[in-house]
């Protein structure tokens, strides 16, 4: 075709589009790719701790993939994702006829491209991609990095400018485009997660920025901030990064919340129960995440004091989690609840949550963190919250609004199949590694001791079928999208009186226990 041809026209509508759907379209395309890629990060990770011994890729080449894994899946797939989601139905949920920048809406998504294209290529770079972990830590980020920490501070930088746009406006469009008659309280739970999500990563975006401006003048201005040989602090580096982490869990998971919130009344054919209470708690949940930082930081050697006022604040964010999974739970209670797939998964979300939320009060308890500190039970621990929580949530809300978004149904039976294998095998992976933990394997080591063994393969095994059940959710997503049935086709009913109720499907289209209403 020329250089005007229909191939051009379509990609420059997809560049230069402000149509909401659009732009949560290629966020969610975006994400998934991301997390094609930290997942693969991730199988290389597994594959080298099969069995002990170095049998695979470089020591220093593990500590860069545990860095990517961590970044990418974190800032380049989980966030994104849930963005998109917002980009689709925040306005449809408040009757909104697009977000209120549209504009900025676009530009919000397309600095992420070349950031993570930019983070990627630092694999083949001189001195390689950073390998001081997800957290950075300095020194290790600043005195002993490779040359690329410089890319990859320019990197944060920029996701940190597209989370504040998207957040901006988000909570430009909850406040000022609401239909007449839809007051606070009465906007869906997932419209109320997000708008507490996006004061919060405004919040503490700019905390990281400052963060990674210090590193930045530490490498290459001859500043001291995180250098004690210079009068400054490394513990200073981890009290800035863990006022922006802790909230940042958050963010990831409030949005997830919000989904499960959405799809549980559905297929329990009930109301939510305790609304109220559901927003108060994600309010709650919010403001404390502001004070239980230094809950990571419990062996730099801080002051009794501290430790006790982290750990009982710590304590108290376990209080909102728990009313919102005890309303989850009674508004599945005595529900006519069907277990489609998207059900399934949130059910899921639910039970493997709650074990990550137990395990997070034990972390929270500074006596006993001394032991579990940096050892495999804390990455047990953060994966049955990130992964479990907001993956699996993820699952559900695309398997819940794919027909909404594209108007034809997934199949159902290779969804179920998606959920029992990403079931088996988030378990086999992530389970024993509580074990592990508690046996003393510290995190991020590429060799292990012999008595590690038996648990780890169980662990890598499982990653590998956790990796596999994902290509199976592409498989499916593509063929609804190509070729999956129709939704919008009439479906029709037989009464037990010879009636006849006919009804357009409903999107997203799912079985009905009982008839529709008489036309």
């Known amino acids: 075709m020329g250089a005007h041809g229909p191939a051009t026209t379509g990609l420059m509508r997809w560049v230069t589009t402000t149509n909401h759907k659009d732009i949560g379209t290629m966020y969610l395309w975006f994400s998934f790719a991301m997390f094609i890629m930290g997942g693969a990060f991730a199988m290389i990770i597994r594959a080298e701790l099969f069995q002990p011994g170095l049998q695979i890729v470089e020591p220093e080449f593990f500590n860069q993939m545990t860095t990517m894994h961590g970044l990418v899946m974190v800032f380049g797939a989980i966030m994104p994702s849930f963005v998109g989601l917002a980009n689709w139905l925040i306005p449809m949920m408040i009757g909104a006829p697009d977000m209120a920048l549209p504009r900025m809406n676009n530009l919000s ?28 830590y300095a020194p290790l980020s600043t005195t002993y990095a490779p040359d690329t920490v410089t890319f990859f501070i320019f990197g944060v930088h920029l996701m940190g400018l597209s989370s504040i746009m998207g957040s901006i406006n988000i909570i430009a469009t909850v406040v000022n485009l609401r239909a007449p008659g839809m007051t606070y309280m009465k906007m869906p739970m997932f419209v109320w997660t997000w708008l507490i999500t996006a004061f919060l990563l405004v919040a503490v975006m700019p905390v990281l920025a400052g963060a990674v401006t210090m590193m930045l003048m530490d490498v290459h201005f001859g500043t001291s901030f995180f250098s004690a040989a210079g009068g400054g602090d490394p513990v200073l580096f981890q009290h800035i990064f863990w006022f922006f982490g802790h909230p940042e869990v958050y963010i990831i998971i409030l949005p997830a919340f919000g989904v499960v919130s959405q799809i549980i009344p559905t297929f329990a054919r009930k109301p939510l129960f305790g609304y109220d209470s559901m927003v108060y708690a994600t309010a709650s949940i919010a403001f404390l995440s502001f004070i239980v930082w230094a809950h990571h930081m419990y062996t730099v050697g801080m002051p009794i004091a501290g430790e006790l006022f982290f750990m009982y604040a710590t304590m108290l964010i376990a209080v909102p989690t728990g009313v919102k999974v005890f309303n989850w739970i009674t508004t599945m209670w005595q529900g006519a609840m069907t277990f489609e797939t998207p059900m399934l998964f949130c059910i899921g979300f639910v039970f493997l949550f709650t074990v990550g939320g137990f395990t997070g009060v034990m972390l929270s308890l500074a006596p006993v963190d001394f032991q579990y500190h940096d050892s495999y039970f804390v990455v047990a621990h953060f994966h049955y919250v990130m992964v479990a929580g907001a993956v699996f949530s993820m699952s559900a809300a695309v398997y819940y609004w794919l027909p909404k978004w594209c108007g034809r149904m997934y199949n159902e039976n290779m969804g179920k199949a998606h959920f029992w294998i990403s079931f088996i095998g988030f378990n086999l992976t992530f389970f024993p590694q509580h074990f592990l933990g508690l046996a003393g394997m510290p995190r991020r080591i590429p060799d292990y001791a012999l008595q590690f063994t038996d648990f780890n393969t169980m662990s ?3 990653a590998f079928i956790y990796g596999a059940s994902q290509i199976l959710f592409l498989f499916n997503v593509v063929r609804t999208i190509t070729s999956g049935e129709k939704t919008s086709e009439e479906k029709t009913w037989e009464g037990a009186e010879g009636l006849e109720w006919t009804v357009a499907t409903p999107a997203p289209y799912h079985t009905f226990s009982t008839p529709p209403e008489v036309k």
């Open 109 to 136: 998504f397309w600095i992420l491209p070349p950031t993570f294209l930019l983070l990627a290529s630092t694999l083949f770079m001189e001195g390689g991609a950073p390998n001081f972990g997800w957290t950075f």
């Open 460 to 462: 890598s095994i499982g």
